[in-house]
């Protein structure tokens, strides 16, 4: 049984580092992709050195935050929507038997955060150059973003498996000596 102070002190330094991801988005706004998600898999030591409900409340506290310190609010949304809670809830979805109902299910979640995302960019924060450009250009571009998208998705997914294994037999050992 790990000690409240373990779990906060665990909790703190998670969440500091994922800010700082989500801080470097408007520093460096070429990776407001990939530092949402790095920050996501950050969540994902949480679950495994505590429990869900630990990285839920340590998530919740971060989502709050990097709305109010991170400059790019579409990226925030990436996190908060997507790329955050998606490595706490990873292994329930993976738990679903029939693999076409979990592709399914990925896929459903994937599309509706991104739909989301799109949304809430649009008629919250009134981001709409991107998205007006977007519509300029016709229909087979839009197919071809929501494509890249979810290619990134299932990329995103599969590399969440592979550093859960390389976290779980080659880190995590080394840690428990300290």
Known sequence: MQSISYKVALGGIISSLCLLCMFLTGVIPVMYIVLPMIAGILMMIITIEVDT???????LS????????????ESALMYILLFGHYPIIKKYIDAIKPKILRIITK??????????????TIHLFGMTEFYDELFQKGKLVIFLVIAVMNFICVAYDISLEGIFQNYCKSLKPKLKHY
């Open 62 to 73: 971060t989502s709050l935050l990097s709305l109010i310190i991170t400059f790019d609010k």
């Open 53 to 59: 409900r630990w990285a839920f409340l340590t998530y």
């Open 107 to 120: 896929a459903v979640i994937f599309n509706f955060s991104l739909l989301l995302i799109a949304f809430l």
